[in-house]
T-cell receptor, first 122, second 107 residues
Framework: QVQLVESGGGVVQPGRSLRLSCAAS????????MHWVRQAPGKGLEWVAV????????YYRDSVKGRFTISRDNSKNTLFLQVNSLRAEDTALYYC???????????????WGQGTLITVSS | EIVMTQSPATLSVSPGERATLSCRAS??????LAWYQQRPGQAPRLLVY???TRATGIPARFSGSGSGTEFTLTISSLQSEDFALYSC?????????FGQGTKVEIK
């Protein structure tokens, strides 16, 4: 069955960095776009970034542009999120999620991991 | 960005009763609308995509409707496992955006 397992979260001070990973199995990882979605404590879901199936195209929400970098290694079925210059407002549970994209559109999230928690605190 | 507004924030329903959840988009998202269920401590689960198509394995008591800016998720007869947070999400335009969620709780 499909599994997405995130890791790499932790407690960090403002301004520091972390690298999140998401290990995928049970589906053809290299055929799917992959996303990071976050959820602050007690808040709703917030899309963060997406990377195309081949790693060429990447998009970010404005609040993380220049600080977060999404990447993938299709040979290892793994998605990454490098998070730099962390702020208190980045505190959240970070989920990876898959979606199918064709040449013109991307579609809903199909599968989600269980999330990894980033807490930014001094 | 497209703002998704869900109502009500909390819905108190007795088991076996019908629940109707609403989602409104600040501009048309055509039918590019999904609903997700999130039980406490669990990841979101896809319920409905394309505004009205149930995802694989989702019981028939869940149904979605609407297009453009107004959408509804109906749970025809609530079961104990349905008490959860429900979120709508548009995938028509970037950035993809979610509603703030409707919590369905036991009355």
């Amino acid at each position: 069955q499909v599994q997405l397992v995130e890791s790499g979260g932790g407690v960090v001070q403002p301004g520091r960095s972390l690298r999140l990973s998401c290990a995928a199995s049970g589906f053809t990882f290299s055929s799917y776009a992959m996303h990071w979605v976050r959820q602050a404590p007690g808040k709703g879901l917030e899309w963060v970034a997406v990377i195309s199936y081949d790693g060429i195209n990447k998009y970010y929400r404005d609040s993380v542009k220049g600080r977060f970098t999404i990447s993938r290694d299709n040979s290892k079925n793994t998605l990454f999120l490098q998070v730099n210059s962390l702020r208190a407002e980045d505190t959240a549970l970070y989920y990876c999620a898959s979606s199918y994209c064709n040449s013109s559109n991307c579609y809903n999230f199909d599968y989600w991991g269980q999330g990894t928690l980033i807490t930014v605190s001094s | 960005e497209i703002v998704m507004t869900q109502s009500p924030a909390t819905l108190s329903v007795s088991p076996g009763e019908r629940a109707t959840l609403s989602c409104r988009a600040s501009q048309s998202v055509t039918s590019n609308l999904a609903w997700y269920q999130q039980r406490p401590g669990q990841a979101p689960r896809l319920l409905v995509y394309g505004a009205s198509t149930r995802a694989t394995g989702i019981p028939a008591r869940f149904s979605g409707s609407g297009s453009g800016t107004e959408f509804t998720l109906t749970i025809s007869s609530l079961q104990s496992e349905d008490f959860a947070l429900y979120s709508c999400q548009q995938y028509n335009d970037w950035p993809w955006t979610f509603g703030q969620g409707t919590k369905v709780e036991i009355k």
